[in-house]
């Protein structure tokens, strides 16, 4: 495979890591924004499995690693197609390598009008159930 062909394919791959990066990025905003500054009692803190797609930078970088080792095999045809073959089986490993699952924090709280919410937090909030909170920048703030 010419160098000019290996570098456009490259070229190109990366240009793709921004903007699906931002899509990623713009999908996991804080759910917790729009109860901001409300006051309730905590009814109950549970964990939730969540699973994780592979990582975009996994897929591409699995993908790149894939195709130059492709591109040492054969040749003519041959080495392109060992490229070609190399960077799919490498975005696929990449991709996988990239995903599993992570623990998500729940906890549901009655705010002071009535109403119930599911408060998704990434990390182990510092409350449970029968605390006083307070939603403050997204996270959940005890009150004393």
Known sequence: MKPKVLIGALAL????VGPLAATAQAQTGSPAAQFEGRVGTVESVR???VPNSGSTLGTVGG???GGVLGNQVG??????????????GGAVVGNRLTSGTSTLW???????????????QASQPPVRAGDRVRVTNGALERLR
Do not use: P, Y
């Not at 791959?13 to 793709?16: D, E, K, N, P």
């Not at 040749?75 to 799919?88: I, N, S």
């Not at 729940?106 to 998704?120: H, M, S, W």
């Open 13 to 16: 791959g990366l240009s793709l």
């Open 47 to 49: 964990t939730q499995a």
């Open 106 to 120: 729940v906890v549901n709280v009655q705010f002071e009008d009535g109403t119930n919410a599911n408060i998704e």
């Open 75 to 88: 040749q003519g045809r041959g080495r392109t197609l060992a490229t070609v073959g190399g960077a799919a």
């Open 63 to 65: 993908a790149v690693v």
